[in-house]
């Protein structure tokens, strides 16, 4: 999978807002409404991921939830991230 340039990685960032650019990662948190719900979002997003056979880096602080995404393979990011990336905003959306 290509890396994307940084026009391409800049559009996409435009239209996923909750999302932030940490040098070759995207990073967002999303905050539940419980400590249940956090690790219920988690198992859901682990299961879009395994779909996508493309795996974010989580780490779970009570109701936040921090996920990164990045295209270790090959150095940096690629359209898989973003699309995983929208698939997180609407597991989000219906949590």
């Known amino acids: 999978m290509p ?6 990685i800049a559009r ?6 909750a999302w932030t650019r940490e040098g070759d990662a995207i990073v967002r948190v999303g905050r539940l409404a419980t400590f249940l719900d956090a690790i219920a979002f988690v198992v859901t997003v682990a ?13 779970v ?3 936040n939830v921090r996920l990164e995404l990045s295209t270790h393979s ?3 990011l690629t359209e898989k991230d973003f699309a ?3 698939r997180i905003d609407a597991i989000l959306e219906e949590a």
């Open 61 to 63: 602080r009570y109701r």
């Open 84 to 86: 995983l990336a929208r």
């Open 12 to 17: 996409e960032l435009d239209a996923l807002p």
């Open 47 to 59: 299961e879009a991921a395994e779909e996508a056979d493309h795996h974010p880096d989580i780490d």
């Open 74 to 76: 090959a150095g940096g």
């Open 3 to 8: 890396l994307l340039s940084q026009d391409e």
